[in-house]
């Protein structure tokens, strides 16, 4: 598959992805939902089967069409046993074929233990890692909740090098107390590593979490958004000038080295879903599995599969998905095609007079049908997006 083909905008429109779902930790993690992840050991044989059973369900309902993309999420899936994701990627070749060139990426901590699997899980056929390193700064580490430290972190990522030809990894940025000459420093020290992908997020505060908590106690200030914003065009002109420049508002990726899995989502193509908790999109309609491991797994006894709910998407559903989720990419949105996917006229999906109002401000672009957010607009993304999307 070549870069023109990856990056085009109407790629992905026959693209099929796998996600697989695995729900386990081997300790609570400030992440997980419920504490019944948590396992010391599971029947592996059980959730093999299981997880085969679901996946057939699946691809009973799409066949024909080949997988350009498999990602291993969840818990922690590269405690994954290798003989399951062996037994899954067999599978799934077998069912559905494979797209030239298929990604098959796994999630992991960069830890010495997952990254001890890694020769296990390359010859079960993964061929792309993405590992959650989070902050090349201890202290920072610990804020975050995570269990590594920078220098076992950083010896995860040499082995997954030296074993995948491709790597991810991610970073949070906008910390509390990060100057710019902090952000600055660790990510020129992220770049040195000539990784093909990375994935560098802000610090959000979700209401719920811990760091919510923080804030309404006054133990935790989050960053000012200037201070944000500043980060923001720092990351973009550093990344830029080294070659990895952003293709979506977060991640940023040498040409040819982008996340194919992702790109079906942001480009609304369609995903299976397996495993406990997974979600999906075919043909128009949203999946969901049973999200507790023992539900699902009876689910999958009782039925062949661990589906909860199949809601079909009305059409302004599906536009409005299709619009959110692809004016996050650099390449845009094609409005014709998601006309054609919904059956909602062009006039519709978007507001003319915002776009001619903000393509004013240098913020968006339209041409041909093709809708953009400029470089200068991802930074205000959250408040164009209500303003363009009309549907």
């Not at 992991?108 to 989070?134: H, I, T, W, Y």
């Not at 004013?360 to 959250?382: E, H, I, K, N, T």
Request: net charge negative; proline share 5%.
């Amino acid at each position: 598959m070549s870069p023109a083909t990856i990056l085009s905008p109407s790629a992905s429109a026959d693209a099929l992805a796998l996600y697989v779902h695995w729900p386990f930790c081997v300790s609570k993690c400030p992440y997980c939902d419920f504490n019944s992840h948590v396992r010391d050991r599971i029947d592996a044989p059980a959730w093999q089967r299981a997880l085969l059973s679901d996946l057939e369900h699946e691809a009973q309902l799409t066949d024909g069409r080949a997988l350009t993309s498999i990602f291993f999420g969840g818990g922690t899936p590269s405690l994954m046993p290798p003989q399951i994701v062996a037994a899954l990627i067999e599978a799934a070749e077998k069912r559905w074929g494979f797209a030239p060139e298929i990604e098959i990426t796994l999630e992991a901590n960069p830890n010495s233990v997952e990254a001890a699997r890694f020769g296990d899980l390359a010859a079960a056929g993964v061929n792309r890692v993405s590992l959650g390193l989070q902050a090349l700064d201890n202290q920072a580490l610990h804020f975050l909740g995570r269990a590594h430290d920078v220098d076992e972190g950083l010896a995860a990522l040499d082995t997954a090098q030296h074993i995948f030809d491709r790597v991810s990894f991610d970073l949070i940025y906008a910390r509390p107390e990060q100057s710019e000459s902090d952000w600055e420093a660790e990510l020129a020290r992220a770049l040195s590593f000539g990784t093909g992908h990375l994935s560098l997020y802000q610090l959000t505060i979700e209401p719920g979490t811990r760091f919510a908590t923080l804030v309404a106690q006054g133990k935790l200030t989050p960053a000012d958004p200037d201070h944000g914003a500043t980060l923001y065009e720092m990351t973009q002109a550093m990344t830029g000038a080294a070659g990895i420049p952003a293709y979506e508002i977060s991640n940023h990726a040498r040409s040819g080295q982008e996340s194919r899995h992702n790109l079906t989502y942001w480009r609304y193509g369609d995903y299976v879903g397996i495993g406990p908790g997974a979600h999906g999109r075919r043909g128009g309609v949203a999946t969901l599995r049973h999200k507790k491991p023992e539900n699902w797994m009876g689910a999958v006894d009782r039925n062949g599969h661990g589906l909860q709910a199949e809601e079909p998407l009305l059409a302004d559903e599906r536009a409005r998905e299709a619009l959110l989720m692809g004016l996050r990419l650099g390449e845009g949105v094609n409005l014709p095609r998601i006309a054609a996917l919904s059956g909602i006229g062009v006039d519709r999906l978007v507001d003319d007079r915002a776009i001619a109002q903000l393509t004013d401000l240098g913020l968006v672009r339209l041409s041909g049908g093709l809708l953009q957010v400029a470089p200068a607009g991802m930074l205000l993304l959250d408040a164009i997006l209500p303003e363009v999307v009309a549907i």
